[in-house]
């Protein structure tokens, strides 16, 4: 799954040095400069299944590769998408996503016709 993040900004409207400061954070307690990060996370609320997590810092735009195994049982599921900000309150979002899960070949035909080729 590929998940596409943008920021909406008038980058035209700012100037360099407002550019570079883009996701810095106002926390005066923290120790250094703290970065806002997101976690993209893909899970089954129903099952209460984590299925991938990734956490990424977001400049303007970014894709992100989100990795998971399908469910086994063919099926259809809705499964959510989660983007939370570790900085941020109230900037959580939340996506439904349709998953169609069809039967598979199975594996042990794949064995099959390579014990025949060894022969």
Same mark, same amino acid.
Request: with cysteine; net charge negative.
């Given at each position: 799954?590929?998940?596409?993040?943008?920021?909406?900004?008038?980058?035209?409207?700012?100037?360099?040095?407002?550019?570079?400061?883009?996701?810095?954070?106002?926390?005066?307690?923290?120790?250094?400069?703290?970065?806002?990060?997101?976690?993209?996370?893909?899970?089954?609320?129903?099952?209460?299944?984590?299925?991938?997590?990734?956490?990424?810092?977001?400049?303007?735009?970014?894709?992100?590769?989100?990795?998971?195994? $399908?469910?086994? &049982?063919?099926? *259809?599921? =809705?499964?959510?998408?989660?983007?939370? /900000? %570790?900085?941020?309150?109230?900037?959580?979002?939340?996506?439904?996503?349709?998953?169609?899960? $069809?039967?598979? &070949?199975?594996? *042990?035909? =794949?064995?099959?016709?390579?014990?025949? /080729? %060894?022969?």
């Amino acid at each position: 799954m590929v998940v596409k993040l943008e920021r909406e900004i008038e980058e035209e409207e700012m100037d360099d040095e407002e550019v570079m400061q883009l996701g810095v954070v106002s926390a005066p307690l923290f120790p250094k400069e703290k970065r806002e990060g997101w976690w993209i996370v893909v899970g089954d609320t129903k099952t209460n299944s984590l299925l991938s997590l990734k956490r990424i810092s977001l400049q303007t735009t970014q894709q992100v590769m989100l990795e998971f195994l $399908a469910p086994e &049982e063919a099926g *259809d599921y =809705d499964l959510t998408l989660f983007c939370m /900000s %570790d900085s941020y309150l109230g900037c959580d979002q939340e996506y439904s996503i349709p998953l169609s899960v $069809a039967v598979g &070949e199975s594996d *042990d035909d =794949d064995d099959d016709e390579s014990e025949e /080729s %060894d022969a």
